[in-house]
């Protein structure tokens, strides 16, 4: 980025907040990069000769004639099939002693796909946790967040999706990563020797924060590039966007804007919608599947993050922590897939849609039986029953430890229902239960 | 002499220019920026200086950019063949554009210029006409489509010729008429209209007096919507909103069709264009794609123009009404576009309403459902529009200024509930919450008793009150225990689930029961009346619940037959002989 043939050098800086300057300048473009003193930064506003700068790393002992460098275009990403296997910071440098990259120069934040050349997604992306390929079955094209306490190991249940999912590319966009969690990343990729089909984007907690702002953009024009020039299935995989949000909120206030809900900028929806959007499924066959964190407080899903998140993206998987188990589970109630429709008995066995709704109306009647039980309420044999197909169900099917394919966990699904249920109680339809009820030896 | 400009400010998606003449509030202007043009709408005027809102990505947009401002307000662009498009919000056809994204600065013509249109004259020389006056007709799909004097002449004309039937394209002249100054004026079958405006050429907007159906047993029975009336969906995500806004636009019995995805997901739009062209209109028989137009702004597209979406979609409405139609455009979601307006308010510095929504939200969402409505045209019969906008409240919450604001404007609200869309029952519309003050319009219920039956208004309320109660003593025999009530208690509260799982409850995936034409609505609506108006005697709690579980199982089956067939019949007679073989309770003069 310093090697730019043409750059334009100013040193009249006549404010400076906490996170932007004001410098006069002419012939400057919108959103264009400019160095401050050394640090990058962009261009956010420009009113006649006075041009508005958001510096990523913070204003901390810049002076008013500290030198401003305008690198005359907004910031851009070099693709290339070099960027498999490596990692980069928030301005898409490669770190770790990495060599710049062949490829060709793409603006980060592009325009949109034409929604008329969409097309609808239609693939099934296998993961092995029952959790979600039975109950919420991830497509490609798709875009879907894990709501999650900062205490559960969504980075870790990322990280397995990532490599079981069969995705010709893995992206990672780090936010606010911590420097353990993004080695932890590191280390798995590496371990499963599929380092060099993933791209890393990376901002820590020890970058400043505004810098996540670039992430997922980066994460995507590479997706981008993988996806529609080149067909690939990409898998990106965004971690943590409330993180994201957050940086949104320092960056909005320092302009003045006027927040609006939890402090949130109002244009918070088309932030997010800008990115979660690309998420495509191409008519060459390539496509982007979004899989990404919102970090929740205390399980609060009326916030504003994960309620705009919920209202841009198709479904949501929340963890919990099952107490009947100790294990972590995929909840059956508050998880929503809102594309699995479009795979679930048509790519996968016929059988699927009817078992994964009794399995849970099943695990539903469990849950009124102990509701039943800590009331005091006396049990019947049908809630006893329930009970102990709950906790099978949540231990050898809902839990994130599991990795099995999609025909055994429908098989593991009608041994328990036989196990404890007659074929009436199940209520499937008759000619699946013809076919699937397991027949005792 | 067109005014022209420089670009003297950027902050994001707003613009000032200083102007070198004359500029309108509203005006359309382009701003050059690395050999594209950008649209941009003049939102404020403050002496030379012009605040812009451009439609596009202001990336690279500098100081001094020049500005040519084109003399006109946003326009839609109106004649045959709008019918199977699709747009986004500033009515460009989306499936003509080559590039696989959306490059900014291009634009490209909504009609097709070259198509022939079999024209049918409908004046003749000699006749009085004005602005909507049909002049004659051709056939656009499943339409007869009028070609009208346009909205904007002013006054009375003459007719001086018009062409002979035959074929022509949309840019010749197929009429001539004569204004009173005895200027001559040519009539093509293509006009424009400013969206903002709302087109007035018609005699008077009375009031609904008719029923729009839908096929949705909660929305037709028990809070219908009038045809040419307002109704909105709050909702909180994942609690329908989407599918049933889809399976109206399927099922409703309307002429056109207008989709206006405003800030929501591409993959919804997907689905329309993907499976519109192969369903069939279930009035018609032709496929749904024949009567749709889609105007589509994603979430993911410039705000300014997700704004404008809405505004076209009316515009468009507005103008099939005039020929007569009955028209039903659905806006998905219109919080989005409240949306559009807070961040452009925010960039203005205006000071700010609740929840930094602009102070005069309320007065722009109530203006704009104003524009619905059935008018009595210039040349006698009707037309419609009737408006559906689904609300997005800001974490379920109805307290939100969207809602608030909107539930001043439409008149029919259907409230989505998470507790009902968490425990299954679709589509998840509140029956208590939710209301149709058409219900109280005399009209309508003249239209319900001479239609359906008489006492029909008197009887869904009836059903409403059931509802309620059952709600009530649910929630004592939740405190009491199974136990602790009287049995008849349970007998209440199963009354009001039968209403619920029966007729409340509707499959929209289900090929037979999605779709529930309003005859066959009123005749399950009295078998099921007719059973809650009976007093069963129940041995027990248990008894009771088994009993009403086997007739709702009976019921629903009879739901998901085709109405009037075998099977429907078979179940019916389970039916009644459940019914008629459970013991009743003995009135005091000893009636059963």
Same mark, same amino acid.
């Given at each position: 980025?310093?090697?730019?043939?043409?750059?334009?050098?100013?040193?009249?800086?006549?404010?400076?907040?906490?996170?932007?300057?004001?410098?006069?300048?002419?012939?400057?473009?919108?959103?264009?990069?400019?160095?401050?003193?050394?640090?990058?930064?962009?261009?956010?506003?420009?009113?006649?000769?006075?041009?508005?700068?958001?510096?990523?790393?913070?204003?901390?002992?810049?002076?008013?004639?500290?030198?401003?460098?305008?690198?005359?275009?907004?910031?851009?990403?070099?693709?290339?099939?070099?960027?498999?296997?490596?990692?980069?910071?928030?301005?898409?440098?490669?770190?770790?002693?990495?060599?710049?990259?062949?490829?060709?120069?793409?603006?980060?934040?592009g325009p949109t796909v034409n929604p008329y050349k969409r097309e609808q997604p239609s693939e099934f992306i296998p993961t092995?946790?029952?959790?979600?390929?039975?109950?919420n079955a991830l497509v490609s094209g798709q875009k879907i967040?894990?709501?999650?306490?900062?205490?559960?190991?969504?980075?870790?249940?990322?990280?397995?999706v990532?490599?079981?999912a069969k995705a010709d590319k893995i992206i990672?966009?780090?936010?606010?990563?911590?420097?353990?969690?993004?080695?932890?990343?590191?280390?798995?990729?590496?371990?499963?020797?599929?380092?060099?089909?993933?791209?890393?984007?990376?901002?820590?907690?020890?970058?400043?924060?505004?810098?996540?702002?670039?992430?997922?953009?980066?994460a995507l024009t590479a997706a981008e590039y993988f996806a529609a020039d080149k067909g690939e299935k990409v898998l990106v995989l965004?971690?943590?966007?409330?993180?994201?949000?957050?940086?949104?909120?320092?960056?909005?206030?320092?302009?003045?804007?006027?927040?609006?809900?939890?402090?949130?900028?109002?244009?918070?929806?088309?932030?997010?919608a800008k990115i979660y959007e690309k998420a495509v499924q191409l008519p060459n066959g390539g496509s982007i599947t979004i899989v990404a964190?919102?970090?929740?407080?205390?399980?609060?899903?009326?916030?504003?993050?994960?309620?705009?998140?919920?209202?841009i993206t198709e479904g949501?998987?929340?963890?919990?922590?099952?107490?009947?188990?100790?294990?972590?589970?995929?909840?059956?109630?508050?998880?929503?897939s809102r594309l699995k429709q479009l795979v679930i008995?048509k790519k996968t066995?016929?059988?699927?849609?009817?078992?994964?709704?009794?399995?849970?109306?099943?695990?539903?009647?469990?849950?009124?039986?102990?509701?039943?039980?800590?009331?005091?309420?006396?049990?019947?044999?049908?809630?006893?029953?329930?009970?102990?197909?709950?906790?099978?169900?949540?231990?050898?099917?809902?839990?994130?430890?599991?990795?099995?394919?999609?025909?055994?966990?429908?098989?593991?699904?009608?041994?328990?229902?036989?196990?404890?249920?007659?074929?009436?109680?199940?209520?499937?339809?008759?000619?699946?239960?013809?076919?699937?009820?397991?027949?005792?030896? | 002499?067109?005014?022209?400009?420089?670009? @003297?400010?950027?902050?994001?998606?707003?613009?000032?220019?200083?102007?070198?003449?004359?500029?309108?509030?509203?005006?359309?202007?382009?701003?050059?920026?690395?050999?594209?043009?950008?649209?941009?709408?003049?939102?404020?005027?403050?002496?030379?200086?012009?605040?812009?809102?451009?439609?596009?990505?202001?990336?690279?947009?500098?100081?001094?950019?020049?500005?040519?401002?084109?003399?006109?307000?946003?326009?839609?662009?109106?004649?045959?063949?709008?019918?199977?498009?699709i747009?986004?919000?500033?009515?460009?056809?989306l499936a003509?554009l080559?590039t696989l994204f959306l490059?900014?600065?291009?634009?490209?013509?909504?009609?097709?210029?070259?198509?022939?249109?079999?024209?049918?004259?409908?004046?003749?020389?000699?006749?009085?006409?004005?602005?909507?006056?049909?002049?004659?007709?051709?056939?656009?799909?499943?339409? @007869?489509?009028?070609?009208?004097?346009?909205?904007?002449?002013?006054?009375?004309?003459?007719?001086?010729?018009?062409?002979?039937?035959?074929?022509?394209?949309?840019?010749?002249?197929?009429?001539?008429?004569?204004?009173?100054?005895?200027?001559?004026?040519?009539?093509?079958?293509?006009?424009?209209?400013?969206?903002?405006?709302?087109?007035?050429?018609?005699?008077?907007?009375?009031?609904?007096?008719?029923?729009?159906?839908?096929?949705?047993?909660?929305?037709?029975?028990?809070?219908?919507?009038?045809?040419?009336?307002?109704?909105?969906?709050?909702?909180?995500?994942?609690?329908?909103? @989407?599918?049933?806004?889809?399976?109206?636009?399927?099922?409703?019995?309307?002429?056109?069709?207008?989709?206006?995805a405003?800030?929501e997901r591409a993959n919804e739009v997907v689905e329309i264009f993907e499976e519109?062209p192969?369903?069939?209109?279930?009035?018609?028989?032709?496929?749904?794609?024949?009567?749709?137009?889609?105007?589509c702004?994603t979430s993911n597209m410039?705000?300014?123009?997700?704004?404008?979406?809405?505004?076209?979609?009316?515009?468009?409405?507005?103008?099939?009404?005039?020929?007569?139609?009955?028209?039903?455009?659905?806006?998905?979601?219109?919080?989005?576009?409240?949306?559009?307006?807070?961040?452009?308010?925010?960039?203005?510095?205006?000071?700010?309403?609740?929840?930094?929504?602009?102070?005069?939200?309320?007065?722009?969402?109530?203006?704009?459902?104003?524009?619905?409505?059935?008018?009595?045209?210039?040349?006698?019969?009707?037309?419609?529009?009737?408006?559906?906008?689904?609300?997005?409240?800001?974490?379920?919450?109805?307290?939100?200024?969207?809602?608030?604001?909107?539930?001043?404007?439409?008149?029919?609200?259907?409230?989505?509930?998470?507790?009902?869309?968490?425990?299954?029952?679709?589509?998840?519309?509140?029956?208590?919450?939710?209301?149709?003050?058409?219900?109280?319009?005399?009209?309508?219920?003249?239209?319900?008793?001479?239609?359906?039956?008489?006492?029909?208004?008197?009887?869904?309320?009836?059903?409403?009150?059931?509802?309620?109660?059952?709600?009530?003593?649910?929630?004592?025999?939740?405190?009491?225990?199974?136990?602790?009530?009287?049995?008849?208690?349970?007998?209440?509260?199963?009354?009001?689930?039968?209403?619920?799982?029966?007729?409340?409850?509707?499959?929209?995936?289900?090929?037979?029961?999605?779709?529930?034409?309003?005859?066959?609505?009123?005749?399950?609506?009295?078998?099921?009346?007719?059973?809650?108006?009976?007093?069963?005697?129940?041995?027990?709690?248990?008894?009771?619940? @088994?009993?009403?579980?086997?007739?709702?199982?009976?019921?629903?089956?009879?739901?998901?037959?085709?109405?009037?067939?075998?099977?429907?019949?078979?179940?019916?007679?389970?039916?009644?002989?459940?019914?008629?073989?459970?013991?009743?309770?003995?009135?005091?003069?000893?009636?059963?």
């Amino acid at each position: 980025m310093d090697t730019q043939a043409f750059k334009k050098i100013y040193t009249k800086i006549d404010n400076i907040t906490k996170a932007t300057v004001t410098v006069m300048a002419g012939d400057v473009g919108n959103e264009e990069l400019a160095s401050v003193g050394g640090r990058p930064a962009q261009v956010v506003r420009i009113d006649g000769e006075r041009v508005t700068l958001q510096v990523f790393a913070g204003t901390e002992g810049i002076s008013t004639d500290s030198e401003v460098v305008f690198y005359g275009q907004p910031p851009k990403l070099k693709v290339g099939d070099g960027l498999a296997g490596h990692i980069f910071d928030a301005f898409g440098r490669p770190m770790f002693g990495a060599v710049d990259i062949e490829g060709q120069e793409r603006e980060i934040g592009g325009p949109t796909v034409n929604p008329y050349k969409r097309e609808q997604p239609s693939e099934f992306i296998p993961t092995g946790i029952a959790g979600i390929d039975l109950n919420n079955a991830l497509v490609s094209g798709q875009k879907i967040p894990f709501f999650a306490d900062p205490d559960q190991p969504y980075n870790q249940v990322m990280a397995m999706v990532a490599l079981r999912a069969k995705a010709d590319k893995i992206i990672l966009g780090g936010m606010g990563l911590t420097n353990d969690d993004f080695l932890y990343f590191k280390n798995v990729f590496d371990n499963a020797g599929a380092l060099d089909r993933i791209v890393f984007f990376v901002n820590t907690t020890e970058n400043p924060p505004v810098e996540r702002l670039l992430v997922p953009d980066m994460a995507l024009t590479a997706a981008e590039y993988f996806a529609a020039d080149k067909g690939e299935k990409v898998l990106v995989l965004l971690t943590d966007m409330t993180l994201y949000a957050d940086a949104l909120a320092i960056v909005s206030n320092r302009m003045d804007q006027i927040p609006s809900k939890d402090s949130m900028p109002g244009s918070l929806y088309s932030d997010l919608a800008k990115i979660y959007e690309k998420a495509v499924q191409l008519p060459n066959g390539g496509s982007i599947t979004i899989v990404a964190v919102t970090t929740l407080n205390g399980g609060d899903i009326t916030h504003a993050v994960p309620d705009n998140t919920g209202y841009i993206t198709e479904g949501q998987l929340f963890l919990r922590n099952d107490s009947d188990t100790g294990k972590v589970i995929v909840d059956p109630f508050r998880s929503l897939s809102r594309l699995k429709q479009l795979v679930i008995g048509k790519k996968t066995r016929e059988d699927h849609p009817q078992v994964m709704n009794a399995a849970v109306r099943l695990y539903a009647d469990a849950a009124g039986a102990k509701t039943k039980l800590e009331n005091g309420f006396d049990l019947s044999d049908y809630d006893k029953r329930t009970l102990k197909f709950a906790h099978d169900y949540s231990n050898e099917l809902l839990a994130i430890d599991v990795n099995i394919d999609v025909e055994k966990m429908l098989d593991i699904a009608w041994s328990l229902f036989a196990k404890y249920f007659t074929k009436a109680e199940v209520s499937v339809k008759a000619d699946l239960v013809e076919k699937y009820w397991p027949v005792k030896q | 002499m067109k005014t022209t400009g420089k670009v @003297t400010g950027v902050t994001s998606n707003l613009v000032t220019v200083k102007a070198d003449g004359p500029v309108s509030q509203n005006e359309i202007c382009y701003i050059t920026v690395g050999g594209a043009r950008l649209m941009s709408e003049v939102i404020k005027v403050d002496g030379d200086k012009v605040s812009v809102q451009v439609f596009e990505s202001t990336r690279g947009l500098r100081a001094g950019a020049p500005v040519e401002f084109d003399g006109h307000m946003l326009e839609v662009t109106l004649g045959p063949g709008i019918l199977s498009r699709i747009y986004d919000g500033l009515q460009n056809d989306l499936a003509k554009l080559e590039t696989l994204f959306l490059e900014r600065g291009v634009y490209n013509d909504p009609l097709d210029w070259q198509s022939t249109w079999q024209f049918t004259p409908i004046a003749v020389e000699g006749d009085i006409v004005e602005a909507a006056s049909w002049i004659g007709s051709v056939p656009e799909r499943s339409v @007869t489509h009028k070609i009208m004097v346009p909205f904007s002449f002013k006054g009375r004309y003459t007719v001086k010729s018009v062409v002979p039937a035959g074929t022509y394209k949309i840019t010749d002249t197929v009429a001539v008429v004569t204004d009173e100054q005895g200027r001559d004026h040519d009539i093509t079958m293509v006009q424009k209209w400013p969206v903002r405006e709302a087109v007035t050429a018609y005699r008077e907007k009375p009031r609904p007096g008719r029923v729009m159906e839908t096929g949705v047993r909660a929305i037709d029975t028990f809070n219908p919507l009038a045809e040419g009336g307002t109704g909105f969906i709050p909702g909180p995500f994942g609690a329908g909103k @989407t599918v049933l806004q889809h399976t109206i636009s399927r099922q409703a019995d309307a002429d056109v069709i207008l989709m206006v995805a405003c800030g929501e997901r591409a993959n919804e739009v997907v689905e329309i264009f993907e499976e519109f062209p192969k369903l069939d209109d279930p009035h018609t028989g032709l496929k749904l794609i024949e009567r749709t137009t889609i105007i589509c702004n994603t979430s993911n597209m410039p705000v300014a123009a997700r704004e404008a979406s809405v505004y076209t979609g009316m515009a468009i409405g507005e103008y099939y009404r005039a020929m007569g139609l009955k028209v039903l455009i659905l806006a998905d979601s219109t919080s989005r576009w409240a949306q559009a307006l807070r961040e452009m308010s925010n960039r203005l510095e205006e000071l700010p309403g609740p929840d930094a929504f602009p102070m005069d939200l309320a007065a722009i969402i109530s203006n704009f459902y104003s524009r619905a409505g059935i008018v009595r045209l210039v040349g006698g019969g009707t037309g419609s529009v009737t408006f559906i906008g689904t609300v997005s409240p800001a974490g379920g919450n109805l307290k939100e200024p969207v809602t608030e604001s909107t539930k001043k404007a439409a008149r029919c609200f259907y409230a989505l509930s998470q507790q009902r869309a968490d425990s299954k029952r679709y589509p998840a519309i509140d029956p208590l919450d939710s209301y149709s003050k058409y219900l109280d319009y005399p009209e309508i219920e003249t239209y319900l008793e001479e239609n359906f039956e008489k006492g029909w208004v008197s009887k869904v309320k009836e059903a409403k009150t059931m509802v309620q109660r059952g709600k009530e003593v649910y929630e004592q025999i939740n405190i009491l225990g199974d136990d602790g009530v009287p049995v008849s208690y349970h007998d209440r509260y199963w009354k009001s689930e039968l209403i619920d799982f029966c007729f409340l409850q509707q499959d929209s995936f289900d090929a037979i029961d999605s779709n529930c034409p309003l005859e066959r609505q009123r005749y399950m609506f009295s078998l099921i009346m007719n059973i809650c108006g009976k007093n069963f005697a129940h041995d027990d709690f248990e008894a009771c619940s @088994t009993f009403y579980k086997e007739l709702i199982n009976l019921i629903r089956q009879m739901n998901y037959s085709e109405f009037g067939s075998e099977s429907f019949r078979d179940y019916e007679a389970k039916v009644g002989k459940l019914v008629g073989d459970h013991p009743k309770e003995k009135e005091e003069d000893g009636r059963e």
